[in-house]
């Protein structure tokens, strides 16, 4: 079943639909929230709290837009990052729009892409790698590391967009 | 994707969350007018998604199993979408009910009961003193299960890793080929600044791919721990470090990138010597320099 037709049987109100998602995403979600946060509580919490908003806004996921998985992953990263900045969420869920073509339905393209990922991940040169994961997963700010690495701002910045982009290629092949 | 140039690195950052101050300010006030941009801002929150979902089998971890449940205690009697009050135990926790999370999400680790949330979780179930051998003959063949299962988790990851390493190889290899012979590729012939000797550089370079490969002869020797350090000069701003190179004994070497941000304008390359390792910007006279043409 698609994440569209899974949605949709969320708006209409079926709570079987919500459990099949989560059995879809909350690993991803999970591990997510906990590679940011450290804790599994805390993790455990962020994941409670990103399915039950699903569950009341499910009109905040635009599926025309793209895969529910990425966007899952996105927002358990955002609030993990908000949790340990000690500050209120930054973005409302609606407003988390993102684009990407790739597939993560089902497993098998998740596996797929996921090895790709990190095969570029691997190939990539080590302090841009290390720029993005201290950006994202930490979230460093560029300022916070260039300090942190000692080299230049603007470095820093083509570092992290090139970054994305590099990401981004390796799964339009 | 025509977004603007000028504020490519600030949309990088933006999707991350990591713009702060009048740089978030002056890229929003763009972005409400700006449909290109905005895409293009959506594009790269969706390259950042890519890294929360490159975890491998074996580094995903499953929540706890108790977890499906409280959603599933919360959610009941609670319609989809209304907005209304949740029962359970997560509602008392953090404050759920609200059908936005900026209003209702507590950052769970400012949260000052988080004894308590711990405390609410479900405890665990103790066995019988007469199902512990039960259990213990259990645990054994859980065990050796769970091994089983890893080894081969591991072994398809592996085989999935080189498949992908392969694939990207290829691609590059790809895309290198297209540079050297795409005829909208910028051709530059570098030559010495002094008469002799006379060492000489070709540049291929594709601005929309960040593709670039290199090729140098009649090099000089290079100093203990230098390296020639190549550098695009865009159309617009200060030289940008486009990689790194040593040369063999006969003073031939070439470069190939294939990670350059896209759509620089390249106005000319030129060569300096730096330390071994680059660097971020040109502290020694340039050696060689050629105007970028088609």
Known sequence: MTDAAIVAGIRSGDESSLAQLYDRYSRVVYSVALRVI??????????QEIFLQLWKNPGAFDASRGNLGPWLSVIARNRAIDAIRKRKPQDDIEDVVLSVSTNFEEELDR??????????????????????????????????????????????????????????????? | ?????????????????????????????????????REELAQFRGDSALLGLAFSEGELVAPPASAKQRLMDA???????????????????????????????TPPIAMPQRSEVIAMRPKPIWFGASGWLAAAAM???????????????????????????????????????SVLTAPDAVRATLA???????????????????????????????????AF?????????????????????RGNGTLVKTDLPPGVIAKAFA????????????????????????
């Open chain 1, 38 to 47: 450290g804790d599994t509580g805390f993790a455990e919490d962020i994941l």
């Open chain 1, 111 to 173: 596996n797929r892409s996921g090895a790709k990922v990190r095969a570029a991940l691997a190939e990539m040169p080590p302090a841009q790698k290390k720029a993005l994961e201290l950006a994202y997963f930490e979230g460093m700010s560029h300022t916070e590391i260039a300090a942190k690495t000692g080299e230049p701002l603007g470095t820093i910045k083509t570092r992290i967009r090139s970054g994305l982009i590099s990401l981004r290629s390796v799964l339009a092949t």
């Open chain 2, 1 to 37: 994707m025509t977004a603007h140039e000028q504020f490519a690195d600030d949309l990088a950052l933006h999707s991350l969350g990591l713009l702060e101050g009048s740089e978030r300010v002056a890229l929003e006030q763009h972005l409400a007018t700006c449909a290109d941009c």
């Open chain 2, 75 to 105: 959610v009941r009697g609670t319609s989809s979408g209304s907005g209304s009050e949740s029962s359970g135990t997560v509602q008392t926790t953090a404050p759920v009910s609200l059908p936005r999370i900026e209003q209702s999400f």
């Open chain 2, 139 to 177: 645990l054994v063949l859980s065990g050796l299960m769970w091994m089983q299962n890893s080894a081969l988790r591991r072994r398809i990851e592996t085989a999935a890793d080189q498949s992908a390493q392969q694939e990207i190889r290829l691609t590059k290899a790809e895309q290198l080929v």
């Open chain 2, 192 to 226: 010495s600044t002094k008469s002799k000797p006379e060492p000489q550089g070709k540049a291929f370079y594709r601005r929309d791919g960040g593709q670039l490969v290199f090729v140098a002869s009649n090099m000089p020797a290079l100093p203990p721990n230098k």
């Open chain 2, 229 to 249: 350090e190549l550098w695009l000069i865009p159309d617009n701003g200060a030289p940008m470090n486009a990689g790194v190179f040593k040369t063999d004994a």
């Open chain 2, 271 to 294: 060569i300096t010597v730096e330390n071994a390792e680059g660097s971020p910007v040109p502290t020694s006279p340039i050696m060689i320099v050629g105007a970028a043409g088609i």
